[in-house]
């Protein structure tokens, strides 16, 4: 499956290639970046076995996660996209696509998480059609949950998620 | 890459197909597939899926993988054979060598169709490894079954290790 690349002012959006790998191990062994995702750092064999589901998820369901490159540096300083991992929470929200995003320290700040979440709304958009997406995020994140707010999704469910408390957020279609 | 087609006297490996899933989720959660494989664990649903993907993933990014075992007469999804890059930490003997795994659902077992499948697996494997590259198993202590697979598919245990404080046999062989 060719996964499409998407271009915003600052960055670009496209697959994760085989060389991205050892990026990819670096963001997710660093627990600035997994303390409000999965709530530990990855082992290589862990992020390896993460590394592969995304190609899979894309090959599965034509849709996914994608590898976030700053346009000025040429780096590889993230991920974000859509999913659908079947997660087993109440509520439950298995049949709606669910958006995701990570940054790397150095970058936070800079606006980049949003630019890249409202371009992957659009594509959605296309793909989809309007529809009812939905993402989880850490009650204590509040970079994340501001980022969210700017990209339009509102609380709807306080619950918990693996043992850890959780906000489920929604956006209706316009 | 789309995973290549394999055909024995009772069994075609093919890619894994999104229709799979419930057989191969049902799988993961029955305690006799489950008895030798990781903890032992069962696993959820959404474990499940997380393995399914990451199995479709590895034809895309390394070209080869693990194939869907379909029984010829009735079409029906047993299992799963193949190889695998699973990263292990370089102390790990099996580790820098394409492990070869395989699971077959209860009813599948005792036919000898791990056997069979591993062979064609095997053959393919010598045409993309290359002959005489070494391939890797790795299989839990008391798992009878699977080391008789793997001493009749000509693998010969060199090694030992530990995961989850439980011991593993590491075989190898040439391709």
């Avoid at chain 1, 959006?13 to 990819?24: C, K, M």
């Avoid at chain 1, 529809?131 to 619950?159: K, Q, W």
């Avoid at chain 2, 202590?141 to 010969?156: C, L, M, Q, Y």
């Amino acid at each position: 499956m060719d996964i499409p690349t998407i271009e915003t002012e600052r960055l670009i959006l496209r697959g994760h290639t085989p060389e991205d790998f050892p990026a990819f191990a670096a963001m997710w062994a660093d627990p600035v970046v997994t303390r409000f995702i999965g709530g530990a750092p990855l082992s290589e064999e862990d992020a390896w076995a993460k590394y592969l589901r995304v190609a899979g998820h894309w090959a599965l369901l034509g849709y996914g996660f994608w590898s976030i490159v700053e346009k000025a540096s040429g780096q590889r300083v993230g991920e974000a996209g859509i999913l659908n991992v079947k997660r087993d929470t109440n509520p439950s929200f298995r049949d709606v696509p669910e958006i995701g995003w990570g940054l790397l320290p150095a970058v936070h700040g800079k606006g980049y998480a949003t630019e890249a979440v409202k371009a992957i709304l659009g594509w959605a958009e296309d793909h989809f059609g309007k529809v009812r997406m939905v993402c989880i995020i850490d009650p204590d994140n509040t970079p994340s949950l501001r980022v969210a707010e700017r990209c339009g999704f509102h609380e709807y469910a306080r619950t918990t998620y693996k043992g850890e408390a959780i906000i489920i957020l929604e956006r209706l279609p316009a | 890459m789309v995973p290549p087609i394999l055909e024995t006297q009772r069994l075609i490996l093919r890619a894994l197909a999104r229709a799979d899933f419930p057989f191969y989720a049902a799988q993961r959660a029955d305690p006799v597939v489950m008895k030798y494989i990781g903890k032992g664990d069962l696993l959820s649903e959404e474990e499940a899926w997380l393995r399914f993907q990451s199995m479709l993933g590895h034809w895309s990014l390394m070209g080869y993988g693990t194939w869907a075992v379909e029984e010829k007469f009735g079409g029906k999804y047993v299992g799963s054979i193949g190889f695998a890059n699973k990263m292990r930490p370089k102390e790990h003997p099996a580790s820098g060598a394409p492990e070869m795994g395989w699971s077959l659902g209860a009813s599948a077992h005792g036919k000898g169709y791990a056997t069979e499948g591993v062979a064609a697996a095997l053959a393919w494997g010598r045409e993309f490894f290359g002959a005489g590259a070494r391939a890797v198993c790795v299989i839990s202590t008391g798992n009878d079954a699977s080391i008789r697979v793997a001493e009749k598919s000509g693998f010969r245990q060199f090694a030992t290790a530990t995961r989850y404080g439980l011991g593993r046999l590491v075989f190898e062989r040439e391709l």
